[in-house]
């Protein structure tokens, strides 16, 4: 039984960085040819696999931290450059789909912005929290892999009060909402006079 459960935690750790991070919205990261470490956890009351920890090095660092629901991944937390910190974070949903990836603006190992892909593999929407505190107060929305449009909480209660969107790249117009009405009540437009 040993021997099966042994085999099946190398079957997924190897399945788990030759295809899974190959989803990832900025490509494929492999692990080093130095061989590694796997260790895996399972839950106690279930005894099921809750997280592989692959450790690429040998340093005693993980780099890829996978955590699962048995054989369901449910999130993959990875140290790109080797520092000790994780500096991407790939949520997967229940039909095993990349989801979102999380990323640190700082390279600090504390998740800031999620990117979400679009069908065709390029960022849809990137949601920020710009005060690092894990509430999303800043998303912008692309097409085509350009920035189109922007809202942004300000202040901080929750609701948008800021609009931005953007032409060829240049930024076309922004409006304020100054009464909280949930609407702009200003607007600058910056191409009027094009």
Not at 18 to 29: I, N, S
Not at 72 to 79: A, M, P, T
Not at 134 to 146: I, M
């Amino acid at each position: 039984m040993k021997n099966w459960a042994d085999n099946r935690i190398k079957r997924i750790a190897a399945a788990v960085p030759a295809v899974a991070l190959c989803f990832g919205l900025a490509g494929c990261w492999r692990l080093p040819d130095s061989g590694g470490d796997v260790d895996a956890k399972y839950d106690k009351a279930t005894g099921k696999l809750s997280q592989l920890t692959i450790n690429g090095k040998s340093d005693g660092k993980a780099n890829i931290i996978s955590h699962m629901n048995g054989s369901r991944l449910v999130r993959i937390d990875i140290d790109k450059d080797a520092d000790g910190l994780i500096d991407r974070w790939e949520y997967y949903g229940a039909d095993q789909r990349l989801e979102k990836v999380g990323i640190s603006r700082s390279n600090d190992g504390l998740v800031d912005a999620w990117l979400f892909q679009g069908p065709d593999g390029s960022p849809s929407r990137i949601e920020v929290s710009t005060r690092r505190d894990g509430k999303v107060d800043r998303t912008e929305f692309y097409s085509e892999g350009e920035l189109r449009r922007v809202e942004a909480d300000t202040d901080s209660d929750g609701r948008v009060d800021k609009w931005e969107t953007y032409a060829d790249g240049a930024l076309a117009a922004v409006s304020f909402d100054t009464t909280k009405s949930g609407k702009p009540t200003i607007t600058i437009d910056y191409q009027k006079d094009k």
